[in-house]
C-alpha cells in the first residue's frame, strides 16, 4: 500500500471524525414564547390570529397555551399559522381535601393527542401549606390519575415551581415527580422564581441534581445579587439582558444531556412587545451559534 495515500486516509479520517463531532453540538431544543409575551406587554397584538402570526413572523418555535378557557379559539389560530404549542400552563387545587382541576382539562387533553405537548402544573393548596406530607401525598395521587391519563396521548406532565404557590421550589417539584413515579412527569427548572424564592447561589448544582425530571426550563435575561430581594423588573428581563449569565444555565444542561424544552418567560417586562421578544429570539440564535462553535 503506498504510504502516502495511507497518511492521507488517516488524516481525511480524523478529519471527518472531528467535524462529526463538532457538527453534533447544537443547540437544537424547542425553544418557545411563553403566552404572557403576546398578552401582557406593551402595545402586545389583539386577538389570538395576530399572537399566533407574531410567534410565526420572529421565528419561535411555538406559543404556550395559557388557561383551559381559550384553548380551542388559541389552538385554531395556531393551527392557522401552522405553528406549535410546545406547553399548557394549568392550575391544580385541593379544595375540601379533594384535587381538583378544570372541568374541561381531559377534554383539551384529547384534543391534544400526539401534538408534543406538556402540561405544566402550578398547584395551589391553601389548607395544606402548614402539612405539605399530606398535601404532598394527595398531590401525588391527583398528579397520577392525571399522568395515567395522559400517557395514552402522548401527553408529559411537568410541576412548575412559583413563588408562594403551594410548591415554590425546584426540588419541591422533584421531589413530587419522584413519588409520582410515571414517566410522562417531570418538573420545570423554573428560573426566574428560583432566583426570587431560593436566591442565586447554587443554581448550577439545583439544576444537575434535577436534570434526570426536566421537561422544561423557563428562561429570560435577569440580575445577579440578592436576587431574593430584587423586584420583578430586575428577574424577569429580555433574554440576553441583565447580569446573570442565562447562556451558561443552558450550556450547562446541554453539556449535561438535556433534551427537553426552554420557555420564554415575559412576566411584566414594560417594553414594547415586538421590541423585547425580537432581543429575545435574536439573542437565542446568538446562543445557538455560540453552542455550536464552543
Same mark, same amino acid.
Given at each position: ?181 410515571? @414517566?410522562?412527569?417531570?418538573?420545570? $427548572?423554573? !428560573?426566574?422564581? %428560583? &432566583? +426570587?424564592?431560593? #436566591?442565586?447561589? =447554587? ?37 440576553? @439582558?441583565?447580569?446573570?449569565?442565562? $447562556?451558561? !444555565?443552558?450550556? %450547562? &444542561? +446541554?453539556?449535561? #444531556?438535556?433534551? =427537553? ?34
Amino acid at each position: 500500500m503506498n504510504l502516502k495515500n495511507l497518511n492521507f486516509g488517516l488524516l481525511f479520517l480524523v478529519l471527518s471524525l472531528l467535524f462529526s463531532c463538532s457538527s453534533n453540538k447544537e443547540l437544537d431544543n424547542i425553544f418557545y414564547c411563553f403566552n404572557n409575551g403576546v398578552r401582557t406587554l406593551p402595545n402586545a397584538p389583539v386577538g389570538f390570529e395576530a399572537q399566533a402570526a407574531l410567534i410565526k413572523r420572529l421565528g419561535f418555535d411555538g406559543l404556550a397555551g395559557h388557561t383551559e378557557d381559550n384553548y380551542y379559539e388559541l389552538r385554531a389560530a395556531m393551527d392557522k399559522e401552522g405553528i406549535k404549542m410546545p406547553e399548557m400552563y394549568i392550575a391544580m387545587n385541593i379544595v375540601d381535601g379533594q384535587i381538583s382541576y378544570h372541568e374541561e382539562l381531559r377534554n383539551i387533553l384529547e384534543h391534544s393527542k400526539n401534538r408534543d405537548l406538556l402540561v405544566t402544573l402550578h398547584l395551589h393548596a391553601d389548607e395544606f401549606m402548614d402539612n405539605k406530607t399530606e398535601g404532598d401525598r394527595r398531590f401525588v395521587e391527583g398528579i397520577r390519575e392525571l399522568a395515567d391519563f395522559a400517557a395514552p396521548l402522548k401527553i408529559k406532565i411537568a410541576i412548575y415551581p412559583h413563588v408562594s404557590f403551594y410548591c415554590e421550589k425546584l426540588e419541591h417539584a422533584e421531589n413530587l415527580a419522584k413519588k409520582v413515579n410515571r @414517566e410522562n412527569v417531570g418538573a420545570v $427548572y423554573n !428560573l426566574c422564581h %428560583l &432566583l +426570587k424564592v431560593e #436566591g442565586e447561589v =447554587g443554581w448550577e448544582e439545583k439544576a444537575l441534581a434535577a436534570l434526570p425530571y426536566l421537561f422544561m426550563v423557563s428562561i429570560n435575561g435577569a440580575d445577579s445579587g440578592n436576587t431574593k430581594e430584587m423586584e420583578w423588573n430586575q428577574l424577569i428581563q429580555p433574554l440576553g @439582558e441583565g447580569s446573570f449569565d442565562t $447562556y451558561k !444555565l443552558i450550556e %450547562l &444542561l +446541554k453539556d449535561n #444531556g438535556y433534551e =427537553g424544552k426552554f420557555g420564554l418567560q415575559c412576566y411584566n417586562i414594560k417594553q414594547d412587545c415586538e421590541v423585547a421578544l425580537t432581543k429575545s429570539i435574536n439573542t437565542w440564535e446568538e446562543y445557538k451559534m455560540r453552542y455550536t462553535k464552543k
